[in-house]
Every structure is written in structure tokens, then in C-alpha cells.
């Protein structure tokens, strides 16, 4: 558990992180990148913390992935490296530095360790979980086989590792209908998402497909209904649905795909009106690039990615904490099933 006193306290007493408007100016480029999003007494606040962490990194040989769902000063001021859970993973890699920042949830600072142990993986905040990873537990995997047998176990990656080490593969929102196709068995469990399994079985419809019933906090809270009052009020609007989201969700709109997938599709069709349904910070993080789209559409935040700040960046890097760590023998099963996932993406050319 974050002590705020003594974190607070230390960095004011090593940093110099008063909000900063002459800073602010001499960081302007960075900040064109958000100035439709971020207020200018919200970046001048921000600044000093961007500023340090920067500083930090290089010190510390420290590289930062983050997550699409990062906020913005997180995204464009601090990170080395943004992308989807898929990409994260790859990059993960590919990482030569001493130490990774995780910014993201749990269950991708242990990917980031189970694909590079020798690394240090930091996360600025150990409370930031997911409400599908652990939703299944090892011994609900095991159920599920005994269940269904010869059935193989197809994890999302939002599973902790353990999880991960009783199952045959991993897969993203950006390869799960791939995967699931390409495996040579006729039935397949999908665990712990339910609605990710629902929308991949009516991609694969030749095989029968049985899962877990998990859900993602954000993706479940949006409505078809939602997205019909939308395209009621302007027929132009461009909707596009994470697959996180039950399937009649998905069926209302134009597209869906993992959060890089959404941020491409919205890169290449410029729509004039765009929904993005998923978390609130995608489309922040593309507003000032792409400002000729008009994006609307509630805000709803997950809970858990937005455990991180600049602010517990900044410790993280202090202060070394939190590490994470995955038992070597889980960490070795993980990996089998995290590794077959990419070079079966890369062999699909995903
Ligand atoms: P992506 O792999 O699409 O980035 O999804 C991760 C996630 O947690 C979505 O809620
Ligand atoms: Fe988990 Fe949903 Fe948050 Fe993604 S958005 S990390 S699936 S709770």
C-alpha cells in the first residue's frame, strides 16, 4: 500500500515539482500534442513531473511502456513506448534497458517479466488490477478442462500469470479470432472474458466455443441502446467497439478492434464524428492529431488503469518499487503460452 505522506513529502524534498509556468512554455512542443485536452494550469502542473521522470529514466536506464488507456500527459510526455496489450508484450522483448516501468495494469508488468526476467519491472501503483484477471483462478481453468476434455485453454492475456501457466495459449483483443481459428481442435475454451469469447465465436463459427463468465467493468457498462441514441442524433457518427463489449454492443457499430486497432481504424477513415466505445483516455490521446474528428461518447474510466498518475511514476522510478515479480516455475509455464500466442500471430501476420 502507497504511503502519500512519505511519498509526497520525498519527492517534494528531492524534485523541484512546483507548477511551473515558464517550464510549461519551454515544453510547449510536447504539450501541442494534448492542448485540446489538457488545460494550461493542468500542464504547468504537470510539467515538472514530466520534466523529472524523463530525467529519471535516462539516470536509471529506464525505458516506460504504457498502455493506450495511459492519460495523456502519461502517453505523449513520459512514455518510450505506446500500444495495445499485444504490442506491449512484443516490445516487452525487445526491451535492452535495465528496468521496465509498467504503466498499465498488473497482469502486463508480469508479461513484461515473464518475457524478459532478467529485467526489473516496475509498476507505479501494485493496486492497479483488472477485473477479468483472477476472475477464473487456476482451479476454474482446471474445472473448465475437466469439463470440456481435450478442449485446449485459450487465456486472455488479462489473466495473471498463474492463470496463464494452466492454460495451452494466450490471446489479445487483436489476434483472439485468429488464434481460436487457427487452433486444429473442434471445441475451444475462452476464459476469463465472456464477451470476447462470444464475439470470436460468431467470427469462428465453425467451431464451438465455450468460456468463463468474466467481464470487463468498462466494456460491459455500455449499451446497445447507447449507441442507437447516438446514431439517432447524427446518422454520421462512426461507431467503433472494443470486443471487450457484449456483442449486441459490437453489432451497432462500424468496426472493432483492440485499442491500437481503434486508434488505426480512426487514423485512416478520419471520420467527422467518431464514438470510441472504450475507455475514456483513447480518445484524448488522439484528439490534438486528428483534429478534424468531432469524438463523442461517455467517459467511462477504468478504475485501474487510472491507479496511475505521473505523480507514482515518478516514485516508481525514486524510489525502485513496486517490483514485480513471478515465481520461476509459473513464470516458465506463462511464458510457453504467452510466446506461442506471438509467434502464432507473427506466423499469421498479425
Ligand atoms: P487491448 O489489448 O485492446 O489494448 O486491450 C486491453 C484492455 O485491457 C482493454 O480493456
Ligand atoms: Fe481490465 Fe477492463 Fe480495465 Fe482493461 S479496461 S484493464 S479489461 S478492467
Given at each position: 500500500m502507497l504511503d502519500f505522506r512519505t511519498m509526497r513529502h520525498e519527492l517534494a524534498e528531492t524534485y523541484d515539482l512546483a507548477p511551473n509556468p515558464e517550464l510549461a512554455e519551454e515544453m510547449k512542443d510536447l504539450y501541442a500534442k494534448m492542448d485540446r485536452v489538457v488545460s494550461p494550469p493542468d500542464w504547468a502542473v504537470a510539467a515538472p513531473y514530466v520534466r523529472a521522470i524523463n530525467r529519471l529514466k535516462k539516470e536509471k536506464n529506464a525505458v516506460i511502456l504504457a498502455h493506450n488507456y495511459m492519460t495523456p500527459d502519461i502517453y505523449h510526455g513520459v512514455a518510450d513506448f505506446v500500444g495495445d496489450s499485444l504490442q506491449l508484450a512484443i516490445k516487452a522483448t525487445e526491451v535492452e534497458a535495465d528496468t521496465i516501468v509498467q504503466c498499465g495494469v498488473h497482469f502486463m508488468a508480469e508479461t513484461s517479466k515473464i518475457l524478459n526476467p532478467s529485467k526489473t519491472v516496475l509498476i507505479?501503483?501494485?493496486?492497479?488490477?483488472?477485473?477479468?484477471?483472477?476472475?477464473?483462478g487456476a482451479a476454474g481453468i482446471e474445472q473448465m478442462r475437466a469439463q470440456y476434455p481435450g478442449a485446449p485453454v485459450v487465456t486472455y492475456v488479462n489473466t495473471t500469470a498463474e492463470e496463464k501457466a494452466h492454460s495451452d495459449i494466450c490471446c489479445t483483443s487483436s489476434n483472439a479470432a485468429a488464434i481460436v481459428r487457427a487452433l486444429p481442435e473442434d471445441t475451444v475454451i475462452m476464459a476469463p472474458d465472456q464477451y470476447l469469447a462470444q464475439n470470436v465465436a460468431r467470427q469462428v463459427p465453425e467451431k464451438k466455443i465455450v468460456w468463463w463468465n468474466g467481464a470487463c467493468v468498462v466494456h460491459e457498462r455500455f449499451t446497445a441502446q447507447d449507441l442507437k441514441d447516438y446514431r439517432n442524433w447524427n446518422p454520421d457518427t462512426t461507431i467503433i467497439a472494443h470486443p471487450e463489449c457484449p456483442p449486441e454492443v459490437v453489432d451497432e457499430s462500424d468496426f472493432s478492434g483492440s485499442t491500437s486497432g481503434i486508434i488505426n481504424y480512426v487514423r485512416e477513415h478520419k471520420p467527422s464524428q467518431a464514438l470510441l466505445?472504450?475507455?475514456?483516455s483513447m480518445a484524448s490521446n488522439i484528439s490534438d492529431e486528428l483534429p478534424e474528428v468531432d469524438f463523442v461518447g461517455p467517459?467511462?474510466?477504468?478504475p485501474f488503469m487510472k491507479k496511475i498518475t505521473l505523480e507514482k511514476i515518478l516514485w516508481s522510478l525514486h524510489a525502485g518499487v513496486d517490483e514485480v515479480e513471478v515465481e520461476p516455475d509459473v513464470a516458465e509455464k506463462a511464458r510457453v503460452a504467452v510466446q506461442r500466442m506471438i509467434d502464432l500471430s507473427r506466423e499469421l501476420g498479425i
Open positions: 507505479p501503483d501494485m493496486e492497479a488490477g483488472c477485473s477479468l484477471a483472477n476472475s477464473i466505445v472504450t475507455e475514456c467517459c467511462n474510466m477504468c
